[in-house]
């Protein structure tokens, strides 16, 4: 099949750089947007219109760099055979405003015969939140986009693949992050007179866009209830920002290594001075993704923040995202039941076995209650779970252990670092979990694991293991005949503690099973035991093979 005919070729002419993309947006798999070719020219378009220290218009030389990396990506697209039809330029807030914003777009045409779209500040804004609805399963909350010479504010809300969001569209501030730097070096040095009266301009401007974009009633009760209020970032300044946070995280090093699908907390969000101090420490090695120009932009980004921490209504988690113009602009031409798909279904959709619905059945037996898992970390688990074993043995526990951060999901977008986290520790659990893998895996693991809410930390080890007796019993996915009846039910201990039930009801005898099922339902009864248990917390496991016990003892 000739997949280049999902080809996108999308040129995003932002403020600080333009980014060159190829898409593949086959049906199967466009919900995580698939890149074929990604690539990054960087040219400010804001700053070469500052070139002389006053504002003029983009000059001869920066046109003429920009129409060669143009026709280089023109040349690159061909290489790939990107439908000629299927190929855009869209250009934001610089180009929205250069002097010689006509003649500049013009020569881009006259060169390359693109036209170049023009992005109103409302579409932009609307782009940009279908970006940051595009980055996770689903969003509710407040957005922040931070370009180069303007931030967006709007609300969002997903549900059933329906984006919601302010019919006034976004409110548009000229406070991006290059251009906040030029403000504050002209309004003066913290604490005199001119900084403080942008400050307070700024925070009443800030105030002003909430109230434009008519926050819904229904959201304005999540920030007075113990739920809160959820903040989604994006845009380049708020990306190094994320990444200075990682770097500052308790879990170090922190074990993933792209900022969309990281929370943190309003406090840690709002701790600017750490955040400076971080960045400008000479004794503090240079911190993964964040480039010279970025770190220059982090005393204005903690400006921005400032201000947004005191015209913001009160908000609790804070969530990084990678989506930008490409990936809204991509997300806007999906239908809704596109929009609706798990991303993480969709990342492992390509490994599924063939019958992933009734081993996502057989799963969820081993399951006392279905609220403990949500189904689509269940069907991606079984559609993940044969994924790995043509390799060999050694590699197996370590390869899924880093499946969703360098492995074969990570490039999925859309999974928060906590699915990441969550998948990751199943299917490596799957193949034999902490003690299958080589010590330097192990610590990734236990980085890893920290990453998981606390309550499901050891049910993700005990899911693990159940997969590995149905992968063993049906050692190609396919579901013939059923084989086994899992079932797993609560019954307390003599001591009043809670005991998991689980039984492996097979249709043929004991005797017959071979010694790999036999292996797999141990480590299940193993898991129950305390020295197992993850950071000391865990359940006692009663397992039992057609309605008898089934002892790690038993020879």
Known sequence: METFKYYHGLVDMGSNGIRFSITDL?????????????????????????ETGN??????????????????????????????RQIRIVATEATRKAINSEEFRNRIQETTKWTVELLPKEMEGRTGALGVASSYENVVGLMLD????????????????????????????PYGAAALIKRLEAAGSIGSSGYQNFERDVVQELKAAVQQIEIPQELLEKATSAEGLHLYLSGGGFRGWGFVLMSEHVIKPYPIPIVNGFRTTRESFQDTQAI????????????????????????????????????????????????????????????????EESPLVTATKLYAPASTQKLVEELFGALPSQEIFKSTLVTAVVQGMFAHTAQVKDLRGGSALRSTTTGIFSAAHGLSHEQRALLSIVLCERYGGYNSISPTEQDFYRRMIQLLP?????????????????????????????????????????????????????????????????????????????????????????????GKEYSAGEN
């Open 55 to 84: 504002l003029g218009p983009i000059p001869e030389s920066t046109i003429k760099l920009v129409i060669k990396s143009l026709l280089r990506f023109k040349s690159t697209c061909q290489d790939f055979n990107v439908p000629e």
């Open 276 to 339: 400076q101090a971080a960045v400008g420490n000479e004794d503090t090695p240079e911190i993964f993704r964040v480039s010279a120009r970025r770190a220059s932009q982090v005393p204005a980004v903690a400006f921005l923040v400032n201000c947004l921490s005191q015209a913001l209504p009160i908000i609790t988690d804070v969530y990084f995202c990678q989506g930008g113009v490409r990936e809204g602009i991509h997300f806007a031409e999906m239908n809704a039941s596109t929009r």
């Open 26 to 50: 086959s049906p199967a798999t466009q919900r995580i947007l698939p890149t074929v070719y990604l690539d990054r020219a960087a040219i400010s378009l804001y700053d070469a219109q500052y």
């Open 146 to 173: 931070l370009g180069g010479g303007s931030t967006q504010l709007t609300w969002i809300m997903t549900e059933h693949g329906k984006v919601k969001m302010s019919e006034k569209g976004s409110a548009s501030l």
């Open 454 to 546: 606390e309550d499901v930390e050891w049910w993700c080890m005990y899911l693990g293991r159940v997969v590995a007796v149905l992968a063993s019993v049906y050692p190609a996915g396919i579901v013939r005949e059923k084989r086994v009846d899992i079932n797993a039910e609560w019954t307390v201990t003599k001591k009043g503690n809670e005991k998991l039930c689980i039984d492996f009801g097979f249709k043929q005898e004991l005797d017959e099973l071979d010694e790999g099922l036999d292996a797999a339902l141990r480590k299940v009864e193993k898991a129950g035991k305390k020295k197992n248990w993850v950071g000391g917390k865990g359940y006692k496991v009663l397992l039992t093979v057609n």
